[in-house]
Nanobody, 120 residues
């Protein structure tokens, strides 16, 4: 299993950035995909999840209306379009593979992370 994020960058407040995650080594369409971020010195923060077929998406309140998750099962990629960025969005962003087991949602494989910095 391999997840490789791309799209790292420095962007001004109010700007936009698109992150992508290329997956390989597993049946991509069989898994939910999730974006998580981490600010240095702080814990992980769940951002967004997309259903296996892309039919449903979920967002944290902090990014709802600004971020859009999407996936392309034919290309085994998941993306995160980030608009109206602000300094609080500065973090390392990770894509992760997820699955449901009973009433719980697990993330069992992670990418290496990509840095997003929002600064003027």
């Amino acid at each position: 299993v391999q997840l490789v994020e791309s799209g790292e960058g420095l962007v001004q407040p109010g700007g936009s950035l698109r992150l992508s995650c290329a997956a390989s080594g597993f049946t991509f369409s069989s898994y939910y995909m999730t974006w998580v971020r981490q600010v240095p010195g702080k814990g992980l923060e769940w951002m967004s999840t997309v259903y296996r077929d892309g039919s449903k998406t979920y967002y944290a309140d902090s990014v709802k209306g600004r971020f859009t998750i999407s996936r392309d099962n034919a290309k085994s990629t998941v993306s995160l379009q980030m608009n109206s960025l602000n300094a609080e969005d500065t973090a390392v962003y990770y894509c992760a593979r997820g699955f449901l087991s009973g009433n719980y949602y697990y993330l069992d494989s992670w990418g290496q992370g990509t840095q997003v910095t929002v600064s003027s």
